[in-house]
């Protein structure tokens, strides 16, 4: 191999490479949006499931109350109904 032959290869090589180095910044770049987009929906997610916690958790103590009012309001009866 010659020289020019030589230069003529690694100038190939090196736009090669460069073609190489380029699709990886573009991987890179696409990977990080995707990251960024399952981020957004993990925080998305975790504040809705926050959300239906807190409401199921009032839920139960307004049901909690009202059964327990029911409870006492069935107990006053049948004290009523006993005297």
Excluded: P
């Excluded at 949006?33 to 009032?58: A, C, F, G, T, V």
């Amino acid at each position: 191999m010659n020289a020019n032959e030589e230069i003529a290869f690694l100038k190939k090589r090196v736009n090669e490479l460069e073609k190489q180095l380029e699709n990886l910044r573009l991987s890179r770049r696409v990977l990080m949006d995707l990251l960024e987009q399952i981020e957004k929906e993990k925080n998305n997610l975790s504040s809705q499931l926050e959300r239906k916690s807190k409401h199921l958790q009032r839920y139960k103590k307004l049901n909690h109350k009202k059964l327990y009012s029911q409870d006492f309001e069935l107990y006053e009866f049948k004290n009523y109904i006993r005297e």
